[in-house]
């Protein structure tokens, strides 16, 4: 489910306010938090939740500065480390192009090119939202949960995303993977608000095999669906990538096709 980013591969000094992989920033995938941001910086990570808006280039602080690129329809890229605390513009490109989606206008409500405000030591998520067709593409940011969940146990993050749901409260939590018809709601969740976040989450059921779940069940997506080695939907095991299957962070997004949303996931590193 991750799309890795292209990343620039230009070392210079007027880059800086960009750590890089390769460009002597430490991005090896396990993202471990407090050693990354001692100097009081931010991760940020783009997701494309945008259905017919198509592949795009992301640009953060400078026009030029292509950051993510050929972010396909839902997936989410690798987080960067940012360590400047202003204010920076991201440009939202269509892929291959100079050709902005939204044009450029800066701290409007609908637009794909937004000025995004960092935390100091946060991580962030970019998401671009809504429909190209019907002239309703935006970005908007969430602030992401720091996990620190015991190595025993599990942790979600729900992210509302979708605005076809419009800003009502949408219900969501998990099931055991044997018995969906069994939910239990950990809360709601609200267009463009913080996530709701359950850390831990009981064992069982996430000993046993875990799904989770949108709007009484209507969406539901499972930790073998974002990772194949996960195939019993046992948290935490050991993934395919560097750390464990531990914290999902669960992302309702625009869809298509009917019922008009979706859920995208990913696993975050503990911390």
């Known amino acids: 489910m991750k799309s890795i980013a292209r990343l620039l591969t230009v070392c210079a000094p007027s880059f800086l306010a960009l750590a890089l992989p390769g460009c002597g920033g430490d991005h090896n995938g ?100 809504g429909y190209n067709a019907t002239a309703s593409v935006a970005a908007i940011k969430f602030q992401e949960h720091i996990f620190g969940t015991d190595r025993s146990f599990g942790a979600v993050q729900f992210h509302q995303a979708a605005t076809a749901l419009g800003t009502a409260s949408i219900d969501a939590g998990y099931y055991p993977a044997a018995s969906p018809a069994a939910r239990t709601s950990l809360g709601t969740v609200v267009y463009g608000q913080p996530p709701l976040v359950t850390e831990p989450l009981p064992n069982p059921p996430t000993g046993t095999g875990i799904g989770f779940y949108v709007r009484g069940g209507q969406a539901t997506i499972t930790p073998s669906q974002v990772d194949a080695t996960d195939s019993t939907n046992v948290m935490p095991i050991a993934g395919a990538a560097q750390f464990n299957d531990q914290n999902l962070s669960v992302y309702l997004i625009d869809s298509a096709a009917a019922p008009s949303y979706r859920l995208l996931a990913v696993f975050d590193p503990d911390n």
């Open 30 to 129: 396990d993202n471990n938090f407090f050693g990354v941001f001692g100097f009081g910086g931010a991760e940020i990570r783009f997701l494309n939740g945008s259905p017919d808006t198509g592949a795009v280039d992301v640009a953060v602080g400078d026009p030029n500065r292509i950051v993510f690129s050929n972010v396909v329809y839902g997936s989410i890229t690798a987080y960067v480390q940012y360590s400047d605390r202003s204010s920076p513009d991201v440009y939202v490109y269509q892929h291959n192009s100079q050709t902005l989606i939204g044009g450029h206008v800066q701290n409007d409500g609908n637009l794909a090119t937004a000025n995004v405000t960092l935390g100091v030591s946060t991580r962030d998520t970019i998401v671009l939202v």
